[in-house]
């Protein structure tokens, strides 16, 4: 059975700073992998899709790769604003059934 | 151009009662899905339609009922609502880019509280 986990659950950071949050799922066998955005009290925002045969996709200050042998994905945030401060969710799109399997999320705080 | 839309935004029910969650896209996505979200759960798939008429269940579908009598509209019906019905409801649409890749666009969310 897939799972989806994401490292740390929570990550507080001053302005400026270049992130990482980690995404890891347990079966190789994926179609994609999406990273959103979830603000408090809000639907989600696709963030980045990554299809199986790519390493990465890039969209303005976040960059996300794929490495489906090991199982991992990781999401780059470059000096990051106040206003990227949300919940971060990774899922990936299953190979066997194609339905999506979410991780738990990465709450992400940006200090002025 | 609304997008994706649902209905109510905030619900209050109680115990037993049948309640129904609206759901309307107008991109005509083939793809519409029902999720819950709670805490410590992440999100969890309900049930999804991969076109009119069409429907199958997800990972948790136990006491809810949907409909695809159109491609715009996804309404999903809890039967008789329990308590541990509350939570918040996303639905989402997409379309197939390629054959094995789909972008899932999600809804503002219903925030449903069964008393």
């Known amino acids: 059975k897939q799972e989806v986990t994401q490292i740390p659950a929570a990550l507080s950071v001053p302005e400026g700073e270049n992130l990482v949050l980690n995404c890891s799922f347990t079966?190789?066998?994926?179609?994609?992998l999406q990273w959103f955005r979830q603000d408090p009290g809000k639907g989600l925002t696709s963030l980045l899709l990554i299809q199986s045969s790519q390493r990465e996709q890039t969209s303005g200050r976040l960059n996300a790769s794929l490495d489906k042998s090991s199982g991992r994905s990781t999401l780059y945030i470059a000096a990051s604003q106040p206003g990227d401060s949300a919940t971060y969710l990774c899922a990936v799109v299953d190979g066997n059934n194609r339905k999506l399997i979410w991780g738990l999320g990465t709450s992400l705080a940006v200090n002025p | 151009d609304a997008g994706i839309t649902q209905s109510p935004r905030y619900k209050i029910t109680e115990t037993g009662r049948q309640v129904t969650l609206m759901c309307h896209q107008t991109?005509?996505?083939?793809?519409m899905f029902w999720y819950r979200q709670d805490l410590g759960h992440g999100l969890r798939l309900i049930y999804y339609?991969?076109?009119?008429?069409?429907?199958d269940k997800g990972e948790v579908p136990d006491g809810y009922v949907v409909s695809r009598s159109k491609t715009e509209n996804f309404p999903l019906t809890l039967e008789s609502a329990t308590r541990s019905q509350t939570s918040v409801y996303f639905c989402?649409?997409?379309?197939?880019?390629?054959?094995?890749?789909?972008?899932?666009?999600f809804g503002p969310g219903t925030r449903l509280t069964v008393t």
């Open positions: 991109w005509s996505h083939s793809y």
């Open positions: 989402a649409s997409s379309y197939l880019a390629g054959e094995f890749s789909y972008e899932q666009y």
């Open positions: 339609s991969a076109a009119a008429d069409i429907t």
């Open positions: 079966d190789s066998a994926i179609y994609n």
